[in-house]
């Protein structure tokens, strides 16, 4: 079964992606369907990222993380 084989990882086309695998996108690749290859690394059952890929996509803007989120107030 795919979902116990451990494919390289960075390297996986998504229908080749098994339970519990990195879903982010790491590359483009004609070659595959669906154009991409997956990182694949090992994630928890409540995610579709691995560790790394979840801190990136979470990640919050310094500058909104430090004042708070503020629309800009348009001059008269």
Avoid at 37 to 56: E, K, N, Q
Avoid at 60 to 70: D, I, N
Wanted: net charge positive.
């Amino acid at each position: 079964m795919l979902e116990n084989s451990r494919l390289p990882a960075g390297d996986v086309p998504l229908i080749l992606l098994g339970r519990y695998q990195c879903r982010f996108p790491v590359r483009e690749d004609p070659s595959v369907p669906g154009g991409y290859r997956f990182c694949a690394g090992p994630t928890s059952p409540d995610r579709v990222y691995c560790d790394h890929h979840h801190s990136l996509v979470t990640a919050v803007e310094p500058r909104r993380a430090r004042s708070g989120f503020h629309l800009a107030r348009r001059a008269a």
